[in-house]
């Protein structure tokens, strides 16, 4: 089997004028020719996507006082569990950098407008993108006589990380990571790494946007996630990256892919941001469709305000599921939490859920404001939502896409 295509090069981040307060990110996935390009970013063959195309990232950097301060992001996208799925999955932009827009716009916590985003308009921000399937964790490779992919989440981390060091991180006094889904997962798992590379004198925390995805049955009784999670670690290699811990308190290494066990060992201080009513695992975790043959579900899962009272009443399981699994986080020192009762997936990342004038609020606080808080130690960071439909100020984001687990 010959070298990975596409190895030797990594998509350089190169950042544009910011246009009506929305900074543009330019992706480059060929090697500049001009040797004196300030963005000419490269990384070693390992670490490749699931087709094997170089990975990728986009970088806006800093300036004044956020000049030395790094806000790094994990792409969500969904995962994939078997051959057939990830092939696919190649063929896209989740799976290939080929496939990908070169152009990036940073709104929401990535924006460099301080009316947008106050704390972290002026750092550097940085946009991993998401294209193995595993939410930055595989270390596998799949062949056979017609198919070839790469489980390189792992590497991919580590490779962009170490890049990274050469362009300022390694001189950075604050850090942030986070991501938003199956991004937020991998911040869960990549939070503490980050601290031991980084040393004990730079400020390092971490959050997740509706990353918090739960071990729950559906509501036919079958555990749909737990399979997934279980064929995804198995066929990605993802159980030697797990927290050791972890895993030495199971005898099941796909438990440790699950946030509510992984979260006990994480050390690094973390934020969890998520609906207490998350679209995607509403629709794919507790009524995916293989559960509601009949589509009993589908006018619920498209409009929060037909849903039955029965229905309402599963939700509120939901709810109350994703509470008991948070109990354990509450008391944890440094830790933050902003729970609201909106069905939405992902609201950092969006201008209108982050920081507008109606945001979605707790307690008369937006999302930006309680991060900030608990970032920079500024008071209070703990809010937890009344339960649907109490909360007014709720967007309630329903995706058109119904497709399955991995086509999130």
Same mark, same amino acid.
């Given at each position: 089997m010959g070298p990975p295509r596409g190895s030797g090069t990594l998509p350089a981040a190169v950042a544009t004028a910011g246009v009506a307060g929305v900074v543009a990110i330019i992706i480059c996935i060929v090697r500049l020719r001009d040797p004196s390009a300030a963005f000419d970013?490269?990384?070693? *063959?390992?670490?490749v996507c699931l087709d094997g195309s170089p990975p990728a990232y986009h970088l806006h950097r800093g300036s004044g006082a956020?000049?030395?301060?790094?806000?790094? $992001?994990?792409?969500?996208?969904?995962?994939?569990?078997?051959?057939?799925s990830c092939a696919e999955r190649a063929g896209t932009r989740r799976g290939s950098t080929r496939f990908m827009a070169k152009v990036e716009f940073f709104t929401g916590?990535?924006?460099?407008?301080? *009316? +947008?985003?106050?704390?972290?308009?002026?750092?550097?921000?940085?946009?991993?993108?998401?294209?193995d399937g595993g939410s930055f964790m595989g270390d596998s490779i799949y062949t056979n006589s017609s198919t070839v992919l790469y489980f390189s989440g792992q590497r991919i981390w580590d490779a962009?990380?170490?890049?990274?060091?050469?362009?300022g991180l390694a001189r950075a006094e604050k850090v942030l990571l986070s991501g938003c889904s199956a991004g937020g997962l991998a911040t869960f798992f990549h939070c503490d790494s980050l601290k031991e590379r980084l040393g004990g004198t730079v400020t390092v925390k971490c959050l997740s946007d509706a990353g918090f995805f739960l071990d729950l049955s559906d509501i036919s009784g079958n555990n749909t996630i737990r399979q997934f999670f279980s064929s995804l670690v198995s066929l990605q290699g993802v159980h030697k990256n797990l927290n050791m811990d972890c895993l030495n308190s199971t005898d099941n290494a796909y438990l440790c892919f699950f946030p509510q066990f992984a979260l006990p060992n994480i050390r690094t201080p973390f934020f969890i941001l998520n609906s207490a009513y998350d679209v995607y695992q509403f629709h794919h975790i507790l009524v995916p469709?293989?559960?509601?043959p009949r589509g009993h579900w589908s006018h619920c899962k498209s409009d929060p305000g037909a849903c039955s009272t029965p229905q309402i009443?599963?939700? $509120?399981?939901?709810?109350?599921?994703?509470?008991?699994?948070l109990k354990q986080f509450e008391s944890k020192p440094k830790a933050g939490m902003f729970i609201n009762s909106c069905f939405a997936h992902c609201q950092s990342e969006l201008q209108d859920t982050w920081f507008a004038p109606n945001s979605p609020l707790i307690d008369n606080k937006k999302i930006v404001e309680v991060v900030g808080d608990w970032y920079f130690e500024r008071g209070?960071? +703990?809010?937890?939502?009344? *339960?649907?439909?109490?909360?007014?100020?709720?967007?309630?984001?329903?995706?058109?896409d119904q497709n399955g687990i991995s086509g999130a």
């Open positions: 970013f490269f990384l070693p *063959a390992p670490a956020g000049a030395r301060n790094w806000l790094l $992001q994990f792409e969500g996208g969904g995962w994939c569990n078997d051959v057939r916590i990535l924006s460099n407008r301080a *009316a +947008m985003n106050p704390d972290f308009y002026n750092w550097n921000r940085v946009k991993l993108r998401y294209c962009i990380i170490t890049d990274l060091l050469g362009k469709p293989s559960s509601d009443a599963t939700l $509120q399981g939901l709810r109350s599921a994703m509470l008991s699994s209070a960071a +703990m809010e937890i939502d009344c *339960a649907y439909p109490c909360d007014s100020t709720c967007h309630n984001l329903i995706p058109f």
